[in-house]
């Protein structure tokens, strides 16, 4: 019997599966997850895929948490996606500040290598979801298809333009999951909007944005 590739799908953390916060998520009681994305992990392990998270943390070289904060935070991650039959496979952060010129720090490509090399990951054409451009830098580098989320700083992102080109646009992590799933890419932004020209109104629907915080 042929084996089929392994399907995986790479996410930023803050902004996409949790709420974000401009004073950084510091400890498991801030970590709250957006409406519906640990749902969305768990469809995406149920119909196949297996999910991993990259993470910019530069909270840590700034000394606004700890490690064990941040492992208790993903602990409390773990659990809940548990509950919900999900998981995520591992959890790639960035310990650094810009300041430490690292090769780790979105949009450097050091997380999303780290990936690839642990799991195998041929990452041609393999999702990559983010809140933020660099998220989607950091894949695109390597052939990922960049898919932007208006959750978190997703709005804002899209404000300021210069998307990578081809980057569908989402409401959340469950309207990314829900479209991939129905096959959807093949209609290329029946769903999702393109970035770049105008996002199209009548293709998404507006997040509530006390529905994203
Ligand atoms: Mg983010
Ligand atoms: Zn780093």
């Not at 019997?1 to 799908?9: D, G, L, R, Y």
């Not at 993903?74 to 650094?96: D, S, T």
């Not at 490509?109 to 990559?128: S, Y």
């Not at 109104?201 to 509530?208: G, M, Y």
Request: hydrophobic share 40%; proline share 7%; charged share 20%.
């Amino acid at each position: 019997m042929p084996q089929t590739p392994p399907k995986f799908v790479i996410l930023d953390r803050d902004g996409v599966i949790n709420l974000d916060s401009d004073q950084f998520i510091k400890t498991p009681d801030e970590w709250i997850p957006i409406p519906g994305s640990l749902e969305a992990i768990a469809a995406l392990n149920e119909a196949g895929y297996r999910v991993v998270v990259a993470s910019n943390q530069s909270g840590i070289g700034r000394g606004l948490f700890e490690m064990s904060a941040l492992n208790a935070m993903h602990e409390k991650m773990y659990k809940a996606l548990a509950r919900l039959g999900g998981r995520v496979e591992a959890i790639f952060f960035c310990p650094h500040t810009a300041a430490d010129d690292c090769d780790c720090r979105k949009p450097k490509p050091g997380l999303i290598q780290q990936a690839a090399q642990r799991f195998g990951i041929e990452l041609r054409g393999v999702p990559i979801v983010g809140d933020s451009l660099r998220d989607l830098q950091a894949g695109v580098a390597f052939g990922c298809t960049p898919h932007l989320v208006r959750t978190g700083k997703g709005e804002a992102t899209l404000a300021k333009g210069g998307l990578p080109p081809g980057t569908l646009v989402h409401d959340d992590l469950r309207a990314f999951s829900r479209w991939l799933l129905e096959g959807e890419g093949a209609r290329h932004g029946a769903a999702a909007s393109h970035a770049g020209t105008a996002a199209s109104p009548s293709a998404t629907s507006p997040v509530d944005s006390t529905n994203s915080r």
